[in-house]
């Protein structure tokens, strides 16, 4: 009787514990702050349609892990001869695929591809992991060659297997990374970070900033159909919102102030970069420069509702229909002078891309494939409009 008592006393106070505990477990899931990531998959049962088409956009890949080779070309057995006793080849294996360095047929070193970097559209870069610091593969696979070469920047009379990626990489090309960078003044002791908190991709709230609020809010009010506790765009200025996307697409020469991970629509960049260079200052560069490029033309500087989501659409596939980017400039260009010679052109109706917004060479970017004496160049669209 005794004994059936106190097992009764002591099933009551896990009982009441086990109740004290989840109510505390509510209590903080109900106290989202500004600061609450709710996380990719929460966005999809009140967003579907948006959230369906983001799946094809390039920033949801802008990084992935490898799983399956997916992102691997593998279609031929690859070789990048570096002289004719030192190569790298891709190599298929039973824990992973692996670029595998060969001395005069001797397997010297081997790394496997853990991390794709890009969505592939242009390029693919990879990065494998050795303990917390991860490092960039000699090889990347570029698509206007469909093949193989150095990675760029990497010097190219022998494999670099030693160039690290650090959080920056991925702050313009994931959604989060804990760093465990420790830096004393400008000097960086540590390239450390912790893997498994790796967020791929660019996700929803990379753009739309913090929405645990938002979604706890509207899941629990059903029949509110404003948005709540979530940045308005519509209500952003120019500025603000030309900045949102700038954050990753000002380049990366800039001195960082603090990590853009805490980046919110409605702040200004300024807070985050001690100073972005101007198209005045500098020649802005098509890789990754696309505000300082656009921010440099007239239709910008004369306009002053011109943006990025003018002719982008943030959630959609931008496949490249140079048609109907051109109808984004018959919208403010309805009447143009065009000289005779111009007019003869057949593509002077429908594309006006290829003549204001030539394809040019990136100065920052260039590959140089295996066994070729030239560089190869990295071609962008320049978003400086003009007369070319
Ligand atoms: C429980 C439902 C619900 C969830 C979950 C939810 N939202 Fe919303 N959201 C809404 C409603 C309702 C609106 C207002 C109507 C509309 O614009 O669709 C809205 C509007 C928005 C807007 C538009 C604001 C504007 O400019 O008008 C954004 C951006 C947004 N949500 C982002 C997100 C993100 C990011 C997530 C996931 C992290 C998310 N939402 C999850 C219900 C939800
Ligand atoms: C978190 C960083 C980040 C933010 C914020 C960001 N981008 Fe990007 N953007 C990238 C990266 C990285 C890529 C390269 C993706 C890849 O791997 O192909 C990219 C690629 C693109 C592309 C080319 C791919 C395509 O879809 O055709 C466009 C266009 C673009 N961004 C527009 C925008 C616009 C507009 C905004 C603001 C609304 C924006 N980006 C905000 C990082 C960002
Ligand atoms: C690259 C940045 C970027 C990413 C990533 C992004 N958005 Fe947006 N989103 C925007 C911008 C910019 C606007 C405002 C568009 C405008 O006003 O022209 C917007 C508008 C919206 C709106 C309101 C307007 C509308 O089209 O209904 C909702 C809702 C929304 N986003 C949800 C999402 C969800 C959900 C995701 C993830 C699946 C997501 N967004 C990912 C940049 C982004
Ligand atoms: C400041 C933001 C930023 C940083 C930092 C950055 N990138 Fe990017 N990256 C971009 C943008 C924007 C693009 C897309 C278009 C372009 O080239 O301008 C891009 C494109 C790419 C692409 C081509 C993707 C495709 O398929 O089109 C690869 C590969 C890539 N970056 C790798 C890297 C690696 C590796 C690092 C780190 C060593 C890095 N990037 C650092 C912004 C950034
Ligand atoms: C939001 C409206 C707007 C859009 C969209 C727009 N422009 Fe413009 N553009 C302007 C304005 C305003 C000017 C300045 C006209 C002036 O100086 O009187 C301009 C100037 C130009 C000029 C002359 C540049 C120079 O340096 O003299 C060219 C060429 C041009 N635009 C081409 C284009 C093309 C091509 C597109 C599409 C890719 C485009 N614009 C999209 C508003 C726009
Ligand atoms: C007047 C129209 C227009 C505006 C405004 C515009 N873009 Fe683009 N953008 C284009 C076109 C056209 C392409 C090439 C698309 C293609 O080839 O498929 C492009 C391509 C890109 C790419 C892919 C890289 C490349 O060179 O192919 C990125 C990244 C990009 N834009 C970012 C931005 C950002 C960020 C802004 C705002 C600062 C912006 N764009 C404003 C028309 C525009
Ligand atoms: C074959 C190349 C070519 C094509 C295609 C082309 N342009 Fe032009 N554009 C030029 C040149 C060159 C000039 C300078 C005047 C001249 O020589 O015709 C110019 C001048 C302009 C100007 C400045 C003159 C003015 O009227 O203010 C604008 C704006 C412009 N183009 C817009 C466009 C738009 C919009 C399209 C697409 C519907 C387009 N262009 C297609 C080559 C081209």
Redesign the pocket.
């Known amino acids: 009787m005794k004994r059936k008592g106190r097992l009764f006393l002591v099933l009551s106070i896990i009982a009441v514990l086990v109740i004290l505990f989840s109510q505390c477990m509510d209590a903080s899931k109900m106290k989202a702050t500004e600061t609450s990531i709710a996380g990719a998959k929460t966005c999809v049962q009140c967003h579907k349609d948006i959230s369906n088409s983001y799946l094809n956009n390039a920033h949801f890949a802008a990084s992935t892990p490898i799983e399956n080779n997916n992102q691997i070309n593998l279609g031929t057995d690859y070789v990048y001869e570096y002289d004719k006793n030192l190569k790298v080849a891709i190599e298929k294996r039973d824990s992973g695929t692996f670029q595998v360095v060969y001395f005069n047929g001797h397997e010297k070193l081997a790394r496997r591809f853990d991390i794709a970097i890009g969505s592939g559209k242009n390029a693919y870069t990879y990065a494998s992991w050795r303990g917390n610091i991860l490092s960039q593969l000699p090889l990347s696979f570029f698509k206007q060659i469909n093949g193989w070469a150095n990675s760029p920047g990497m010097r190219t009379s022998s494999p670099d297997f030693g160039r690290i990626i650090d959080s920056r990489c991925l702050e313009c090309h994931s959604s989060f990374i804990e760093s465990k960078k420790e830096s004393n003044g400008s000097l960086i002791v540590s390239h450390e970070m912790l893997k498994s908190s790796l967020v791929y991709g660019i996700d929803c709230e990379r753009c739309h900033g913090p929405a645990g609020k938002h979604v706890e809010f509207h899941l629990k009010n059903p029949d509110k159909k404003d948005a709540k506790f979530i940045a308005l765009y519509k209500t952003l200025t120019r500025k603000q919102r030309v900045d949102a996307c700038g954050v990753c697409h000002s380049g990366n020469d800039a001195e960082l102030l603090k990590s853009t991970f805490s980046f919110k629509p409605g702040e200004d960049i300024k807070e985050y970069y001690a100073h972005i260079s101007s198209s005045q200052e500098s020649q802005p560069d098509v890789h990754g420069q696309q505000n300082q490029m656009l921010e440099g ?7 002053n ?2 943006e990025c989501s ?2 982008h659409s943030p959630h959609d596939q931008n496949k490249g229909s140079l048609t109907l ?2 109808k ?6 309805s009447t ?1 002078e065009h000289t005779q010679k111009t007019l003869e052109s057949a593509m002077v109706k429908t594309n ?2 290829d ?3 030539p394809l040019k060479p990136s100065k920052v970017i260039s590959f140089q494939q295996a066994g070729k004496s030239e560089v190869s160049p990295y071609m962008l669209r320049s978003h400086r ?3 070319y």
């Open positions: 033309s007239k239709c910008f500087t004369k306009s509702s011109l003018t002719c980017y051109s984004k400039c018959i919208s403010c260009h143009i006006c891309i003549c204001h917004m409009i003009a007369i």
